[in-house]
C-alpha cells in the first residue's frame, strides 16, 4: 500500500469501503468538506442486519456540531427513554435518569445514503470494493470501513496485527414488533443455565431483542441445532411475559460469539480502519455503532486539520486511541459479567439491579444517585447503610472480635527502609504508619513483616523474628491505639522464596544483591527472572518443619506487639504463592502436582499461624487470583485456593493478581483487579478484600454496593494523600463516627478555599 501524498488542502479523492453507519458517514463528512468520496458496499441500499440503534448524547453532540442535516434528520426520528428495567426472579425494578435514544438501523442508513446522495457521494450498492492495494494506488484516501470480518484488515494484518478474541458466549439479534417501555433486562434461569435478555425499543412499534448465554448453557438447551425461525420461536417462550406473549422474528440472524477486535495500529500508508474494521467493543453497552461515527467524526476532524494525508491518519489514530481503549476495557468488564451471570442471580434483587447497572464501571454510585436517588438510596438501605448521611464505604464491619469502623484499608506497601539493613522498623515506620492510621482509614496494613533473616525480599525489608524487632513494632502499635484509637493495625507475614536476597526497589526491582546475597529457598528450582535471579534450592521437609515454625513464632510475637489482625502473603510469586501455582510448583512429593498437593503446605502455615494467633482477632489470606500467564492459576483454581483457607478459618481473603512470573501480561486499568475478587466473594460467600487501582470514593462505593467486596484497600493514593479517607468523608459531606478527624486535625476537616474565594 502507497502512502498518499497528496495534500489534504486541495480536493482529495477518497475510497470508502463498506456502506454501514460509520463509512456513510465518514463519506458525508468528507464530502462536505469538498472531496470527491466513492462508497462500495456489497449489499442492497434495503439489507441491513440487526435492528436498532443506540446512540449517546455525547455522539448526538458530535453529529450536531458537524452536521446540521444529519442531526436534524436523526432527532425526527429517535425513540427517547429514561428508565432501565431489570428483571430479577420475578421482580421488577427499575432505575430511571439514564437517558437514551434510539433508531432503527434501516432508517438511521436511509438518511445516511439520502445524505451522501445530496453531497455528491457516488454510492455503489451490491459492489464489492476493488482489493486495498489497488484503491491505495488510485485514491489519495481509503476508509476501510468494512466491519468486524474487514477483508481490508485481513489483507493487511501483517502491519495492522489485529488481535481477535472470542468471548464465551452466544446471542442472536431478534425483534419484536411492538416498543417497550424502557430499556430491559431479564433472567431466565432454566433447566439449562441461565439465559439474558437485553431489549430496547427503536421505533414507536418495534423493539430489539438480544438474547444471550454462555456456551454450555446454549448447547444443552440444544439451541446450537435450531435454525433461524425455531431460535426466535424458543427465545419468546422463554421470555414470554417480557414479550407480552408477542412472537419474535430474525433478520438473518444466526447465534454468534462476540469477538472483540484490537489493532496495534490502524493506518497503511494512505488506507485507514474505521469502526469495527478497527475495533469492537460489547453490545452489552451499546458502543458498535457510537464508536463508528464517533471515528467518522475524528477522521474528517483530523483531515480538516492536519497538511497531508499520512499526518491526518496519525492524527485521527492519536485522538480515537484513548477514548477507544477506554470504551473496550468497560465493554470487556460488561461482557465478562454477562459471562458470569450466574454467579450473581442468587444476590438480593436491588443488590443484583445495581451491579448489572455498574458491571462496566461506566455507572458508578455517585452518579447513579444522581440519576436515580430513590433507587440507590434503597440499594444502601439494603446494604445496611446506618442512615442516608452514612456513604456505603463508612459503614462497619465486624471479622471476628474486631469491628472495622469503616470498608477502608491501607494496603500492604513495602518501604524498604528497616534500621540499618537489620529488620527492625525504625523512626520511618512509625511515622509512615502512625500518619496513615491518623487518616481515617479502618485498618491500616504493614508491608510484609517477614519471618526470618533468610526470609527478606531485600536489606531493608522488615522482619519479626528478633526481640528488638518485636519491640520496636510495640512501640508503632502502641501509637497507633493511642494517637488514632478505633484504627485497627493488621500485620501482614511472609516470606519471600525465590524472590530474596535483591536489591532496594529504587535500586534495581528483583535485581539480585551485588554483594552481600543470602540463599533463596522455593518449592522448586525455579528462578523469578530465569538468567537474572538466582536460582532457589528446593525445601526439604525438614526446611518445610522449620519454615512453619518460624511463621508460628512471627505470629506469637505479632500477638504480643497488639496487632489487631494477621495476615498471610500466599501471594506475588513469595514462598507460599510459589507453592500455589503450577508455573512454579514442579515438586513430585505430597506439595506438589495436582491443587490439592500444592495447597498443603500454604495451609499447614495458615494452621499453624492460626493455632497460636488469639481467637478474637480475624486473619486474612492474601492470595494472587491468576498469575496473567498460560498455565497459571485458573479462575477456578483461585475460587478453590480461597475456599481452603476459608475452610481452615481465614475471616477474609485479600485478592491480588500477579507477580508470579516476571513474564506475565496483566490487563492494566481501573479497577482491574476487582472482577477476581468479585468472582470468589459470589462463589464462596466469604468476606473479600478487592485490591488494584482503586483510587476514588465513588469506586470504593460503587464495589461495596454490588457485593463484589467487603473492603477495599487503597494503597497508592494513601501515599499520595495520607488522608485520603478522611478527605473523602469530607469531599461526601460524611461527619459521622466512621471517619473522626484526630483532634488536633479538626481544623482542617474543612477544604481551605482556593484563591480569591
Same mark, same amino acid.
Given at each position: ?53 443506540? *446512540? ?13 442535516? $444529519? ?108 416498543? +417497550? ?27 430489539? $431483542? ?10 444443552? =438447551? ?20 417480557? *414479550? ?42 451499546? !458502543? ?10 475524528? +477522521? ?35 461482557? &465478562? ?14 443488590? /443484583? ?6 458491571? !462496566? ?55 524498604? @527502609? ?25 485498618? $491500616? ?26 519491640? =520496636? ?77 518460624? /511463621? ?34 514442579? &515438586? ?6 495436582? +491443587? ?48 481452603? /483457607? ?24 481501573? @479497577? ?30 460503587? +464495589?461495596?454496593? =454490588? ?51
Amino acid at each position: 500500500m502507497a502512502a498518499g501524498t497528496a495534500r489534504v488542502g486541495s480536493a482529495l479523492r477518497v475510497a470508502v469501503v463498506g456502506g454501514g453507519p460509520g463509512g456513510l458517514y465518514a463519506a458525508a463528512l468528507l464530502a462536505r468538506q469538498g472531496h470527491t468520496v466513492e462508497v462500495w458496499e456489497r449489499n442492497a441500499p434495503e439489507d441491513t442486519f440487526g435492528f436498532g440503534v443506540v *446512540l449517546s448524547d455525547e455522539t448526538l453532540g458530535g453529529i450536531e456540531a458537524a452536521d446540521t442535516v $444529519v442531526y436534524a434528520a436523526l432527532g425526527a426520528e429517535f425513540v427517547r427513554w429514561d428508565d432501565i428495567d431489570i428483571v430479577h426472579r420475578g421482580r421488577l425494578l427499575t432505575s430511571g435518569g439514564h437517558g437514551f435514544a434510539a433508531i432503527g438501523r434501516r432508517r438511521l442508513l436511509e438518511i445516511l445514503h439520502e445524505r451522501c446522495a445530496g453531497l455528491g457521494v457516488k454510492l455503489r450498492f451490491r459492489t464489492g470494493a476493488p482489493a486495498a492495494a489497488l484503491l491505495a494506488a488510485s485514491y489519495d484516501l481509503v476508509v476501510a470501513a468494512d466491519g468486524v470480518h474487514s477483508a481490508t484488515r485481513q489483507s493487511g494484518a501483517a502491519h495492522f496485527r489485529p488481535t481477535l478474541t472470542s468471548g464465551h458466549c452466544r446471542y442472536i439479534w431478534l425483534a419484536a414488533d411492538f416498543a +417497550l417501555d424502557a430499556f430491559r433486562f431479564e433472567i431466565a434461569e432454566t433447566e439449562h443455565g441461565v439465559m439474558q435478555l437485553h431489549a430496547y425499543p427503536y421505533s414507536a412499534d418495534a423493539s430489539t $431483542v438480544i438474547v444471550e448465554m454462555h456456551e454450555k448453557v446454549w448447547r444443552a =438447551a440444544g439451541l446450537d441445532l435450531c435454525d433461524e425461525d425455531e431460535s426466535a420461536a424458543r427465545c419468546a417462550k422463554i421470555f414470554a411475559e417480557a *414479550l407480552r406473549g408477542r412472537p419474535l422474528h430474525g433478520n438473518r440472524s444466526a447465534w454468534t460469539e462476540f469477538r472483540t477486535v484490537v489493532n496495534e495500529r490502524w493506518s497503511h500508508g494512505n488506507v485507514v480502519l474505521l469502526g469495527d474494521a478497527a475495533h469492537t467493543a460489547h453490545f452489552s453497552i451499546g !458502543s458498535g455503532t457510537k464508536l463508528a461515527v464517533e471515528d467518522a467524526l475524528a +477522521l474528517a476532524e483530523a483531515v480538516a486539520a492536519q497538511p497531508d494525508v499520512p499526518a491526518a491518519l496519525a492524527a485521527y489514530e492519536a485522538a480515537r486511541r484513548p477514548a477507544v481503549a477506554s470504551t473496550q476495557r468497560a465493554a470487556a468488564a460488561s461482557m &465478562r459479567w454477562f459471562e458470569e451471570l450466574a454467579g450473581y442471580v442468587d444476590q438480593p434483587a436491588r443488590q /443484583f439491579a445495581f451491579n448489572l447497572l455498574t458491571r !462496566s464501571r461506566r455507572v458508578t454510585h455517585d452518579n447513579l444517585r444522581l440519576r436515580d436517588e430513590r433507587f440507590t438510596r434503597a440499594v444502601e438501605r439494603d446494604f445496611g447503610c446506618p442512615d442516608e448521611d452514612t456513604p456505603p464505604m463508612f459503614t462497619p464491619l465486624k471479622l471476628r472480635g474486631l469491628t472495622l469502623r469503616n470498608r477502608v484499608v491501607v494496603s500492604p506497601m513495602d518501604m524498604y @527502609s528497616a534500621r540499618d539493613g537489620d529488620g527492625t522498623p525504625g523512626d520511618f515506620h512509625l511515622v509512615h504508619l502512625g500518619a496513615r492510621a491518623l487518616g481515617g482509614a479502618a485498618l $491500616v496494613m504493614t508491608e510484609m513483616v517477614c519471618v526470618s533473616a533468610e526470609g527478606r525480599i531485600t536489606p531493608g525489608c522488615t522482619g519479626l523474628y528478633t526481640a528488638e524487632q518485636a519491640a =520496636a513494632w510495640t512501640r508503632i502499635a502502641d501509637f497507633v491505639r493511642t494517637s488514632a484509637p478505633g484504627t485497627a493495625l493488621g500485620v501482614q507475614l511472609g516470606h519471600s522464596g525465590p524472590k530474596g536476597s535483591t536489591r532496594l526497589m529504587w535500586e534495581g526491582m528483583d535485581d539480585p544483591l551485588p554483594e552481600g546475597n543470602w540463599p533463596v529457598v522455593a518449592a522448586s528450582e525455579t528462578p523469578y527472572r530465569p538468567g537474572v535471579s538466582a536460582v532457589p534450592r528446593t525445601l526439604t521437609a525438614q526446611d518445610l518443619a522449620s519454615i512453619r515454625s518460624d /511463621f508460628a513464632a512471627a505470629a506469637v510475637r505479632a500477638a504480643g506487639c497488639g496487632f489487631d489482625l494477621l495476615e498471610l502473603h500466599c501471594a506475588h510469586g513469595y514462598l507460599l504463592s510459589g507453592f500455589l501455582s503450577p508455573l512454579t510448583n514442579h &515438586r513430585t512429593d505430597a506439595y506438589g502436582g495436582p +491443587l490439592e498437593n500444592r495447597l498443603r503446605f500454604p495451609l499447614e502455615v495458615f494452621d499453624a499461624v492460626r493455632a497460636v494467633w488469639p481467637d478474637d482477632r480475624p486473619m486474612t489470606v492474601r492470595i494472587s487470583a491468576t498469575d496473567w500467564a498460560p498455565g497459571g492459576t485458573s479462575a477456578q483454581d483461585a475460587v478453590d485456593i480461597a475456599a481452603a /483457607f476459608a475452610a481452615h478459618g481465614a475471616d477474609a481473603i485479600d485478592v491480588s493478581t500477579g507477580q508470579v512470573v516476571a513474564d506475565e501480561a496483566p490487563e492494566y486499568g481501573r @479497577s482491574y483487579q476487582t472482577p477476581y475478587a468479585d468472582r470468589i466473594r459470589n462463589a464462596l460467600g466469604v468476606p473479600v478484600i478487592a485490591v488494584g487501582a482503586i483510587s476514588s470514593w465513588d469506586d470504593v462505593n460503587s +464495589l461495596l454496593l =454490588a457485593g463484589r467486596a467487603d473492603l477495599c484497600a487503597v494503597g497508592r493514593p494513601h501515599l499520595y494523600d495520607p488522608h485520603w479517607t478522611l478527605h473523602a468523608a469530607a469531599d461526601q459531606s460524611y461527619a459521622g463516627p466512621a471517619a473522626p478527624w484526630p483532634a488536633p486535625y479538626r481544623a482542617g476537616s474543612r477544604k481551605p478555599p482556593a484563591g480569591r474565594g
